[in-house]
T-cell receptor
């Protein structure tokens, strides 16, 4: 069964550093998402992406965040200057033309020290 | 603000019992709801969905019930198995303009004892 792949599975970084989280969505999907989950809390929406542009974003997704689909397969989330509170599990998700059913990756655990 | 929330943070059941996980939502305009299962170390996995024009939908061993009058959603799992142990999230669509943005509640941890 096709799946969303995220790399790395764990990322440790120093506060103020830039990080790029990578995702390979399911190949024929058209809609792409980033969510995050702080330990023990609910899964929070960050951003959705369709047709090479951001469709919607939450208040969490401020100027420190950006997304990119640099080629036909990868979807990346960049955090320019990480803060301690950015420590969380970051999930990528994708959906096909039907939009409704999101497939999530296994996540990247980001630890900011 | 309007939000999706869960009544019970933890539910413990015996293997073979039926499980019921509840969820309350406050946005009366919500028209689409989804249940996700999250196993340890994995991302959320779609289980079942329901639109607001329905009050019940059945899948394999799972049933979702929607009561729009009291804005309540439940997930019923029949003959619960150890493999059902996970955190279950209800989510409502909060997307605008025809988009689908699942907004998750806090989650209920289901523990199945053999």
């Amino acid at each position: 069964e096709p799946e969303v792949t995220q790399t790395p599975s764990h990322q440790v970084t120093q506060m103020g550093q830039e990080v790029i989280l990578r995702c390979v969505p399911i190949s024929n999907h058209l809609y792409f998402y980033w969510y995050r989950q702080i330990l023990g809390q609910k899964v929070e929406f960050l951003v959705s992406f369709y047709n090479n542009e951001i469709s919607e974003k939450s208040e969490i997704f401020d100027d420190q965040f950006s997304v990119e689909r640099p080629d036909g397969s990868n979807f990346t989330l960049k955090i320019r200057s990480t803060k301690l509170e950015d420590s969380a599990m970051y999930f990528c998700a994708s959906a096909d033309r039907g939009k409704e059913k999101l497939f999530f990756g296994s996540g990247t655990q980001l630890s900011v020290l | 603000g309007e939000s999706v929330g869960l009544h019970l943070p933890t539910l413990s059941v015996q293997e073979g019992d039926n499980s019921i996980i509840n969820c309350a939502y406050s946005n009366s305009a919500s028209d689409y709801f989804i249940w996700y299962k999250q196993e340890s170390g994995k991302g959320p996995q779609f289980i079942i969905d329901i639109r607001s024009n329905m009050d019940k939908r059945q899948g394999q061993r799972v049933t979702v019930l929607l009561n729009k009058t009291v804005k309540h959603l439940s997930l019923q799992i029949a003959a619960t198995q150890p493999g059902d142990s996970a955190v279950y999230f209800c989510a409502e669509n909060t997307g605008a303009g025809g988009s689908y943005i699942p907004t998750f509640g806090r989650g209920t941890s289901l523990i199945v004892h053999p």
